[in-house]
């Protein structure tokens, strides 16, 4: 977990170094260095739980807010560069940003996508004093984003675009073409400028003095219109409240039965697994099943008995209506130490996928929502911005600080190996497609063994115990002899890496 600097404190708005002494010489006996209230007496200890935090906690937990900000380049960024003469992937659609109107595309694809970050000041997680995830619960958001674009393809119409993504400051990208001698002299297409929602992170001021064209309002469909209430709707099961299906609340009581508690790291193989009980749980999506594959093969039938209850009775042929929609999940490994480049043209071939909903993973103890890639980089959705809780009940949500105006690319190089990749399909057809896709997508690696698999059958008839609907525990892989070397003195993914 990451300390606070007392540096931070200089980053936060309207509180001074000399307020936080004097905050704490208020209060003496109050322990320091965490964000619970830890006094050390209490007149009633079974009472201590269930007490709002006091002003000294809230104002640890801006500063750790503020830390935490500065620290992953939420104060103070640059801006990302877009090469515009090679196209850029999201969710397996492609972008050449040759024109203005291509950029806007790519622009309304990206900020569409719902950006889930830490919160702070929520009601305390139950059996904690923790009012915030800052700092631990970057994996959980992560999660949560491939879900919400999971539930996002199932609710709405595929290529749904936020009508109201103008409400944003512009993309914080550039487009330039390749092979320039400086950034400075550079192409780049005009920068799109509207008025910045609340929840959006401040651009540095340092070479930002041009002035920037206003985008045309692109005309908005009556699809888009029409399917803007069920956005907000999904928006609100994701609140920082107890009762919504998807929220961190809840996520982490349903993490309790695989070890983990508020204050854990939580890796993608668990994460994998509490989001499928979190959809089996929630009233709101019962047509909707996840599997998580286990041992990095996809069992075709343990599948088909999920979506369609009928198929346990031996009926040969499923019927379309009854069959569920379904969200694969599958923990995976590229590599030992660090990504085996040998996957990396793999990793690609799964992005461009329409079927594919993101890889949640990142880079070591720092999650992150890869959503596409452009060349060499891959393109991702941050959860380490630490913003206030917002009252998802309220009739006029704000969803700005819900969107992300500032896409970022990486290396692959950097990847960390270990990751959950996410799939949907609405059908049955849709799921056989899938399966022929990704397989497909699977073969263009240059190791002789691919990522994971499909084949037919229960995960029973290979010998393996537990099924992927009720299994909880770290994936196990099913590797060639001369593979298992690479993590043999590893217990499982997600005690090697935390993410």
Same mark, same amino acid.
């Given at each position: 977990?990451?300390?606070?600097?007392?540096?931070?404190?200089?980053?936060?708005?309207?509180?001074?170094?000399?307020?936080?002494?004097?905050?704490?010489?208020?209060?003496?006996?109050?322990?320091?260095?965490?964000?619970?209230?830890?006094?050390?007496?209490?007149?009633?200890?079974?009472?201590?739980?269930?007490?709002?935090?006091?002003?000294?906690?809230?104002?640890?937990?801006?500063?750790?807010?503020?830390?935490?900000?500065?620290?992953?380049?939420?104060?103070?960024?640059?801006?990302?560069?877009?090469?515009?003469?090679?196209?850029?992937?999201?969710?397996?659609?492609?972008?050449?940003?040759?024109?203005?109107?291509?950029?806007?595309?790519?622009?309304?694809?990206?900020?569409?996508?719902?950006?889930?970050?830490?919160?702070?000041?929520?009601?305390?997680?139950?059996?904690?004093?923790?009012?915030?995830?800052?700092?631990?619960?970057?994996?959980?958001?992560?999660?949560?984003?491939?879900?919400?674009?999971?539930?996002?393809?199932?609710?709405?119409?595929?290529?749904?675009?936020?009508?109201?993504?103008?409400?944003?400051?512009?993309?914080?990208?550039?487009?330039?073409?390749?092979?320039?001698?400086?950034?400075?002299?550079?192409?780049?297409?005009?920068?799109?400028?509207?008025?910045?929602?609340?929840?959006?992170?401040?651009?540095?001021?340092?070479?930002?003095?041009?002035?920037?064209?206003?985008?045309?309002?692109?005309?908005?469909?009556?699809?888009?219109?029409?399917?803007?209430?069920?956005?907000?709707?999904?928006?609100?099961?994701?609140?920082?409240?107890?009762?919504?299906?998807?929220?961190?609340?809840?996520?982490?009581?349903?993490?309790?039965?695989?070890?983990?508690?508020?204050?854990?790291?939580?890796?993608?193989?668990?994460?994998?697994?509490?989001?499928?009980?979190?959809?089996?749980?929630?009233?709101?999506?019962?047509?909707?099943?996840?599997?998580?594959?286990?041992?990095?093969?996809?069992?075709?039938?343990?599948?088909?008995?999920?979506?369609?209850?009928?198929?346990?009775?031996?009926?040969?042929?499923?019927?379309?209506?009854?069959?569920?929609? @379904?969200?694969?999940?599958?923990?995976?490994?590229?590599?030992? /130490? #660090? &990504?085996?480049? !040998?996957?990396? %043209?793999?990793?690609? *071939?799964?992005?461009?996928?329409?079927?594919?909903?993101?890889?949640?993973?990142?880079?070591?103890?720092?999650?992150?929502?890869?959503?596409?890639?452009?060349?060499?980089?891959?393109?991702?959705?941050?959860?380490?911005?630490?913003?206030?809780?917002?009252?998802?009940?309220?009739?006029?949500?704000?969803?700005?600080?819900?969107?992300?105006?500032?896409?970022?690319?990486?290396?692959?190089?950097?990847?960390?190996?270990?990751?959950? @990749?996410?799939?949907?399909?609405?059908?049955?057809?849709?799921? /056989? #497609? &899938?399966?022929? !896709?990704?397989? %497909?997508?699977?073969? *263009?690696?240059?190791?002789?063994?691919?990522?994971?698999?499909?084949?037919?059958?229960?995960?029973?008839?290979?010998?393996?115990?537990?099924?992927?609907?009720?299994?909880?525990?770290?994936?196990?892989?099913?590797?060639?002899?001369?593979?298992?070397?690479?993590?043999?003195?590893?217990?499982?993914?997600?005690?090697?890496?935390?993410?």
């Amino acid at each position: 977990m990451h300390s606070v600097s007392p540096s931070a404190a200089q980053y936060v708005g309207g509180v001074l170094p000399e307020e936080l002494v004097e905050s704490r010489r208020q209060r003496p006996l109050e322990r320091q260095g965490s964000f619970g209230r830890r006094p050390t007496q209490s007149p009633d200890p079974s009472r201590e739980a269930t007490e709002e935090p006091d002003e000294v906690d809230k104002l640890k937990a801006k500063l750790m807010s503020a830390w935490n900000n500065v620290k992953y380049g939420w104060s103070v960024k640059s801006k990302t560069a877009f090469n515009k003469t090679s196209p850029v992937t999201v969710l397996g659609h492609s972008h050449l940003l040759n024109s203005e109107d291509a950029v806007e595309r790519f622009r309304l694809a990206f900020v569409s996508r719902l950006w889930l970050t830490y919160r702070r000041e929520f009601p305390q997680l139950e059996g904690s004093n923790w009012t915030t995830d800052c700092g631990w619960g970057c994996m959980l958001r992560s999660g949560q984003m491939l879900l919400a674009q999971g539930l996002m393809v199932h609710l709405m119409p595929r290529d749904w675009a936020w009508p109201d993504a103008q409400q944003l400051m512009d993309v914080d990208f550039e487009v330039f073409r390749p092979r320039s001698p400086t950034r400075a002299i550079g192409l780049p297409i005009p920068s799109f400028s509207s008025p910045r929602g609340p929840g959006t992170p401040q651009k540095s001021l340092a070479g930002d003095q041009a002035p920037k064209s206003t985008p045309r309002k692109r005309p908005e469909s009556a699809k888009e219109r029409q399917a803007e209430p069920v956005h907000r709707r999904l928006v609100t099961w994701f609140g920082d409240q107890p009762p919504t299906p998807f929220g961190v609340h809840q996520l982490v009581e349903l993490g309790k039965s695989s070890g983990k508690k508020a204050g854990d790291w939580y890796g993608p193989s668990v994460v994998a697994h509490i989001l499928r009980k979190a959809v089996a749980k929630a009233a709101e999506v019962d047509n909707l099943a996840v599997y998580v594959a286990q041992d990095c093969t996809v069992y075709k039938e343990d599948v088909v008995r999920l979506c369609d209850p009928s198929s346990r009775e031996s009926v040969p042929e499923s019927s379309e209506t009854a069959w569920k929609s @379904i969200i694969i999940l599958v923990p995976v490994r590229l590599g030992g /130490e #660090s &990504l085996n480049p !040998a996957y990396i %043209e793999c990793v690609k *071939s799964i992005l461009k996928l329409e079927c594919c909903i993101g890889i949640i993973g990142g880079k070591p103890k720092h999650s992150l929502y890869f959503v596409g890639f452009q060349d060499e980089q891959l393109l991702y959705l941050d959860p380490h911005y630490c913003q206030p809780v917002v009252d998802t009940t309220q009739v006029n949500l704000s969803l700005e600080s819900f969107h992300c105006s500032s896409p970022r690319k990486m290396p692959f190089s950097r990847m960390d190996p270990s990751c959950t @990749i996410g799939f949907y399909a609405k059908n049955k057809k849709d799921f /056989e #497609s &899938l399966c022929s !896709a990704v397989s %497909e997508a699977l073969s *263009s690696s240059k190791e002789k063994y691919p990522i994971f698999t499909f084949v037919e059958g229960q995960s029973q008839d290979y010998g393996l115990e537990g099924h992927s609907s009720s299994h909880t525990g770290p994936a196990r892989h099913i590797l060639p002899p001369g593979k298992l070397s690479r993590i043999s003195n590893r217990e499982s993914t997600d005690e090697f890496v935390f993410l």
